[in-house]
């Protein structure tokens, strides 16, 4: 029951309410949990879930989790096969149950008929439109297919697939056909996708990923995605007051060509001489390359992060200082909180936080599902 004592107030208000637990809106949070404790033991004397649990697969450093934990969700399994993002999901969450190691390998039985949600990041760089887009024939879109099979044994409420924009232009679309017409086969589930962009839900950073939803039709119920937000965050409001950390560091001479880019601008704002002289054979390419020598700026929200802070095609340089983002303004922009902690090596930690689910965004995902499920 240590759980409940990590929800906020609002959320015990609402199980109270589900509960049809009284008395409660004029005693501190102690007192509330201890009302939801007793209410608990005196339920034919056992102790039935007063949170939706969820299991995840591929969660990499945990932007899932942290978001579907604020919702009010309790990890029931937390699983990646990446060393330092179990480490990191231990750290952050000492009590969950985290398995490292291929989902393929885990032994799901347990799980049966248990699971309010299972959700995962399932590897997204098949379909990655920055990549040879290999899809369904790549062996790492055979871990899609796994995910199916464990929907299908352990009959979860609700599932949740976090992928790449790319997966729906993938093959002609094919893809995302074939995709959902797999999970669709048991006829257990009815399965929507869309796209959000994580600026329109409380995210400083435009960041458009593919959230594929599938429900159990015993239940009934229609899912809704979370409303759009109707203000748009900015870097101006996180990158402030940003605890010390590491970061890394531009080139003497990058550094001189920054110092030619506005907030905003790139490559184009370059003398024309510098322009030839950085872009070399590119310069005569044509197309966007507004991703080469970008500057941020306060004014508006970040460009997508990636899992480096420094490519030659798709730059991520601070709004008004000459020098990438550090880590925690990483975790800033990906709307983690400042006390939580990443584990492994410099670059380890900008790809565990370029490769997440924004927090908040992840939040709102779980708080429409709960709205489903209670």
Not at 72 to 85: M, R
Not at 275 to 290: A, D, E, P, T, W
Not at 339 to 349: K, P, R
Request: aromatic letters at 8%; hydrophobic letters at 35%; one cysteine or more.
């Amino acid at each position: 029951m240590s759980d409940i004592n990590k929800l906020t107030k609002t959320a015990l208000f609402d199980l109270c309410e589900k509960h049809g637990i009284t008395g409660y809106k004029y005693k501190n949070k102690t007192e509330i949990a201890a009302l939801l404790q007793s209410a608990l033991q005196q339920h034919n004397g056992e102790s039935a879930p007063l949170t939706p649990t969820f299991v995840e697969v591929c969660a990499g450093g945990g932007g899932l989790s942290a978001g579907l934990i604020k919702s009010g969700f309790t990890p029931l399994l937390l699983n990646d096969n990446n060393k330092d993002c179990c480490k990191t999901l231990k750290t952050n969450h000492p009590e969950a149950n985290v398995v490292c190691g291929s989902m393929a390998d885990i032994d799901f039985a347990p799980y049966i008929g248990k699971i309010d949600l299972l959700t995962g990041g399932v590897p997204c760089q098949s379909f990655s439109q920055a990549g040879l887009r290999k899809g369904l024939d790549d062996p790492r879109g055979d871990l899609m297919m796994k995910f199916i099979d464990i929907v299908n044994l352990t009959k979860p409420k609700v599932f949740m697939v976090e992928n790449v924009k790319g997966l729906l232009t993938h093959n002609g679309g094919d893809t995302i056909k074939t995709i959902i017409q797999t999970m669709e086969q048991s006829g257990d589930y009815v399965v929507q996708y869309k796209c959000l962009d994580a600026s329109k839900y409380g995210v400083p950073q435009k960041r458009e990923r593919v959230f594929i939803v599938g429900v159990l039709k015993t239940l009934d119920k229609v899912y809704q995605y979370p409303t759009e937000q109707p203000l748009t965050k900015v870097l101006r409001d996180v990158l402030t007051d940003v605890p010390p950390s590491n970061g890394a560091k531009y080139s003497a001479d990058k550094i001189e060509l920054f110092k030619l880019i506005p907030p905003g601008g790139c490559w184009v704002n370059l003398p024309e001489n510098l322009q030839r002289q950085y872009l070399g054979n590119s310069f005569h390419s044509g197309g966007g390359k507004r991703g080469i020598l970008h500057r941020l700026s306060m004014d508006k929200p970040a460009l997508t992060l990636l899992c480096t802070p420094s490519q030659k095609q798709t730059e991520r340089c601070h709004p008004v200082e000459e020098r990438p983002l550090t880590i925690r303004e990483y975790a800033r922009i990906q709307s983690f909180d400042d006390n939580y902690v990443f584990v492994g090596s410099m670059n380890s930690q900008y790809k565990q936080i370029g490769n997440a689910v924004p927090v908040e965004l992840a939040r709102l995902m779980g708080e429409s599902i709960k709205n489903l499920l209670w």
